[in-house]
């Protein structure tokens, strides 16, 4: 038997599915074919994040304008296009801050998130940016905007500025700023501007919320995980929060299941599902084995009989 005793979670991010999809700024068309994933043909942009969305990507990219070949691409959380791709500006120049140059840009979406893109503002209070060293002073730096998301999860505001020290840099480099004291105007959305996005209270909270079922789920798992495929986790008795791993079809003091309860997702559980075969009643020590799942005796102590696989009294 395999004693184990528990470990605290260190971190957990966010898990579950969110709510919505949401824009979050026009790429170039350029680079989708290199840096991107699953190139496609799609009717539409709803199509194109359907596509993506079902496939299991965090991101679509769709490229109006286009009268022949792929017009939509799909990319994981994790490989987010570099901030260089948002050197022209865009939004606003068109009327309207989501809508891309047809054919150069493609319209970029976090496909499952509870924000909203609002618009672009230039400058945000208490926050310094160097383009040219690519730091910020007042946020920090994340990989992609879905990553700006999760930090802001239990923020109203979110706020996610392409950052490119250098235009040939293909690392992603963005600035996230939650909830700052204030503003500036709106200006064109594009390279050093910030991509401003909110959610309301209630999903704040609900992020709380998904938050502690995915440290459950990770919980659940984790219990499980220590113990090998037909191994069971038992409670180790008078040693809270531990478990051991055991084959209950074979284990003499744990035959047939956990004779302390069975360490469980859900947590302890002190009611016994299986036996300890050295502690029956007559039984010799040595004089017991595990076959199956059940007790099997065959010796018992002084003054007691084996009759019909048990020790009774003579």
């Not at 150069?104 to 208490?126: E, H, I, K, P, R």
């Not at 910020?136 to 996610?160: H, K």
């Not at 074979?250 to 559980?269: I, V």
Request: hydrophobic share 35%; with cysteine; net charge neutral.
């Amino acid at each position: 038997m395999l004693p184990f005793a528990l470990s605290a979670i260190a971190a957990l991010t966010l898990l579950g599915s969110a709510q919505a999809a949401t824009f979050v700024g026009c790429v170039l068309a350029a680079e989708l074919p290199l840096l991107t994933s699953s190139p496609q043909r799609a009717a539409s942009n709803a199509v194109c994040q359907t596509n993506c969305r079902t496939a299991g990507f965090a991101y679509s990219y769709y490229v109006s304008g286009l009268l022949t070949g792929n017009n939509c691409y799909c990319s994981s959380a994790s490989a987010y296009l570099a901030a260089s791709a948002y050197v022209l500006p865009a939004g606003g120049i068109l009327t309207s801050d989501t809508t891309c140059i047809a054919a150069l840009q493609a319209s970029a979406t976090a496909l499952d998130t509870t924000f909203t893109f609002q618009n672009c503002v230039g400058t945000l209070t208490g926050v310094t940016v160097n383009l040219v060293s690519g730091t910020i002073l007042g946020g920090s730096i994340v990989d992609s905007p879905t990553a700006c998301f999760q930090q802001c999860r239990n923020d109203l505001q979110a706020y996610v500025i392409p950052i490119v020290p250098s235009v040939t840099t293909v690392l992603p480099s963005y600035g996230c700023v939650c909830n700052p004291s204030g503003q500036g105007t709106s200006i064109l959305c594009g390279v050093g501007q910030f991509y401003r996005f909110t959610h309301a209270a209630s999903a704040s909270g609900q992020a709380r919320r998904r938050l502690q079922e995915a440290m459950t789920i990770s919980e659940g798992a984790r219990r499980k995980s220590f113990c090998p495929a037909g191994l069971t986790s038992c409670n180790v008795q008078g040693v809270p929060d531990a478990w051991e791993c055991v084959d209950p079809s074979a284990d003499l003091e744990s035959c047939g299941g956990c004779t302390h309860g069975d360490y469980t997702q859900q947590g302890l559980n002190g009611t016994a599902t299986g036996v300890d075969c050295t502690s029956l009643p007559g039984v010799r020590m040595g004089g017991s084995t595990c076959t199956n799942g059940k007790c099997e005796i065959f010796s018992c102590r002084r003054n007691w009989t084996l009759k019909d696989g048990r020790c009774v009294r003579l």
